[in-house]
């Protein structure tokens, strides 16, 4: 470009011209977003996990997909990149953000949220080498079907993983029943997240682990598969009146955990290069205005042609 130009104008960053390459068409569309969004978006993507990710099981939303959409907001905030969902009894669903600031702030806009048709397709995708954590709304003595720890009967194959409890004699309406019904519910490793034992169990993993943290359906639980997989099952006892924390919430101190124990680092700029360098053009043309207009009249249609 010619002396003064927008290439010329525009300054590398920690992130900009170091992990992510420059070209001419970014530099000008740095140009279309306000200075303070243009570093927080930057000093997101530094702070983003690859190696932590949640997987959810089956969330149907039956509430409207409130929850669903709590949980996706709180792996943003607390800077986890990827949510695994599996699809095979219900689909995913989740409330779309609404407001002033939905391009902005809206979570499902800026997470890769992973579609699986299957639990063994999801575990596929996983990173090698995953340390799988589930996540119990009840606490251990309350059973485990208090909130979603475990409230499947046994199966043959995979099609039968998705037989929730109500089909257990003695049920009630809302799929739950005891531990004598139900010899599977058992669950194995039970700890609080204040005990010692999980602390040891944080040590143990380390730095920079890759960790999948489970969240089985909010009535159902987690399938008998993932059960098996889990080498932990976390909850917070409750201090209060109420009888439990949501899934959401213990996910998200248990993620708070993660971080402070040092497992959870920033590593998605060491670990995924590639993804960083998409999504960092990716969140550019969905904040900017003008970047429609701007392909539009410079002829970057094949640049972008996947926008």
């Excluded at 997987?55 to 149907?60: A, R, V, Y």
């Excluded at 490793?189 to 005990?195: A, G, K």
């Excluded at 917070?236 to 993660?258: C, K, W």
């Amino acid at each position: 470009m010619s002396k003064g130009g927008v290439g010329v104008r525009v300054a590398s960053s920690e992130l900009y011209g170091r992990h992510v390459a420059r070209t001419e068409e970014l530099d000008a569309l740095r140009l279309t977003i306000k200075r303070s969004r243009l570093q927080r978006l930057e000093r997101v993507l530094l702070a983003r996990s690859s190696s932590v990710r949640v997987l959810m099981e089956n969330w149907d939303g039956l509430d409207g997909g409130r929850q669903a959409a709590e949980m996706l907001r709180t792996c943003d905030l607390l800077g986890l990149q990827h949510v695994h969902v599996v699809e095979a009894y219900s689909s995913f669903v989740y409330a779309p953000s609404t407001g002033n600031n939905v391009t902005v702030d809206a979570p499902e806009r800026y997470l890769c949220i992973h579609r699986h048709e299957s639990l063994h397709d999801a575990l596929a995708a996983l990173p090698r080498g995953c340390v799988f954590v589930a996540v119990s709304g009840a606490s251990a003595s309350a059973g485990c079907c208090g909130a979603a720890a475990s409230c499947w009967t046994d199966v043959d194959s995979e099609s039968d993983l998705y037989e929730s409890c109500s089909a257990v004699q003695g049920a009630d309406d809302a799929g739950r029943h005891s531990r004598d019904q139900c010899a599977s519910c058992t669950v194995q490793n039970t700890l609080s997240l204040f005990e010692d034992a999980w602390q040891s169990k944080l040590q143990e993993l380390g730095p920079g682990a890759k960790v999948c943290i489970l969240v089985g359906n909010q009535m159902r639980g987690l399938s008998r598969l993932l059960q098996s997989v889990a080498s932990a099952t976390v909850y917070v006892p409750p201090l209060g009146l109420s009888s439990a924390f949501t899934l959401v919430q213990t996910a998200s101190m248990l993620i708070e955990s993660l971080r402070a124990a040092g497992v959870l680092q920033p590593d998605l700029v060491r670990e995924e290069p590639a993804l960083v360098a998409f999504l960092y053009a990716t969140w550019i043309l969905r904040l900017s205005v003008t970047a429609p207009r701007m392909i539009e009249r410079n002829g970057w249609e094949a640049t972008f042609d996947w926008y």
